[in-house]
């Protein structure tokens, strides 16, 4: 609804976001707050349709300066890179540290995860990277660079806490944990879950850290999917070594801390990561994305049955709505090692064969 309004009179609204801009007028507008339950309930701020024009004009300039210094191991919302990639960079990574194709080398690996992530992070430790990179470019003239300061600032500092509309019932937004809310968070801290900067400053934010474990720690076999992270080596107490250095350095530099929980374990035990268990010469899907998909068959079996049919009308309503949903779930496995997996689920739940 808010695209609409903002398309009505898209060239008046258009020149007065400009003008906005321009005379340093601008202010973040109302955001819209509502609350997703799966995989675990999360609070979500969606900026007004204008702002988030904004945030892709403050993205795409500080993309360009950014992306040059960015880890090839960090995948999260970058071009070219996501989930998938960050699953087939991992596997490549297993092998390596095992010894090559045919290696049989012992390894392990640490996977660790940050708390409480987005709400954690400082606004101004962020602003502050952002300053000292477009500071220091030399090919953008200094009204630009003071401009682009000016409106990134705008958008770190604002609190859409302040200035929001809640979309969720009651006993849905009370889902969210206290600790994981943007209302409750310190002042200076916390981003919005849902904004295109947000992704995007989360990458500036832990670009210290993948540059840290790079030169410092000098790890040669690493990935790292926003907070969600894996270190492999040779050597066990050499990954136990990294922890404590890591745990330091996020308290120290970013204020940022590790979740208790730590996976410390032999890679040949596969490694659970962005919904796949990846293993050094084979993938699979994730048992709780296995048993979810399950889950959403057996509910459409039960409908089909109910009204006395063996599959879904092609072209009604159902059958789109089943079939998408179906696709993307198929699109997940097609990159892992599920063709049994596949078989399995045609021969259980014969009605899908229509939609293969």
């Known amino acids: 609804m808010n695209a609409l309004r903002f398309e009505e009179n898209l060239e008046a609204n258009l020149r007065e976001l400009y003008s906005a801009l321009n005379n340093k007028t601008y202010k973040p507008g109302r955001s819209v707050c509502f609350t997703v339950l799966n995989p675990k309930p999360r609070e979500i701020f969606a900026a007004d349709f204008r702002d988030r024009i904004v945030h892709h004009v403050i993205v795409s300039a500080l993309e360009s300066m950014f992306e040059p210094i960015f880890s090839e191991n960090s995948f999260a919302c970058r071009k070219q890179k996501g989930t998938h990639k960050a699953v087939k960079h991992l596997q490549r990574n297993m092998r390596k540290v095992m010894g090559g194709n045919c290696g049989r080398k012992r390894a392990y690996f640490l996977q660790l995860d940050i708390s409480n992530f987005f709400m954690s992070i400082d606004k101004q430790i962020l602003f502050s990277l952002i300053e000292k990179r477009v500071s220091g470019n030399t090919g953008w003239s200094d009204d630009f660079k003071h401009d682009l300061l000016w409106v990134s600032n705008k958008v770190i500092f604002h609190d859409p806490a302040s200035n929001y509309t809640q979309k969720s019932p009651k006993w849905v937004s009370g889902l969210v944990p206290s600790h994981k809310s943007l209302v ?173």
């Open 184 to 356: 409750n968070v310190e002042k200076g801290k916390g981003l919005p879950i849902g904004n295109h900067t947000s992704q995007f400053f989360a990458n500036v934010y832990l670009n210290e850290l993948d540059q840290f474990i790079k030169k410092e720690l000098k790890c040669r076999y690493y990935v790292r999917y926003v907070d969600d992270f894996i270190l492999l080596s040779e050597n066990k107490e050499e990954l136990l070594g990294y922890f404590w250095k890591i745990k330091e350095f996020l308290e120290t530099c970013l204020l940022l801390n590790l979740k208790n929980e730590a996976t410390l374990l032999p890679v040949t035990n596969g490694i659970d990561f962005l919904g796949y268990v990846t293993k050094p010469w084979s993938i699979f899907v994730r048992k709780r994305v296995l048993h979810n998909f399950k889950e959403k068959l057996s509910i459409a079996n039960k409908e089909l049955l109910e009204n006395n049919r063996f599959f879904f009308e092609k072209g009604s309503f159902e059958e789109k709505a089943f079939r998408s949903s179906f696709s993307s779930y198929l699109g997940h496995f097609k990159h892992a090692d599920s063709f049994r997996l596949k078989q399995q689920v045609m021969k259980e739940f014969p009605f899908t064969k229509m939609c293969l």
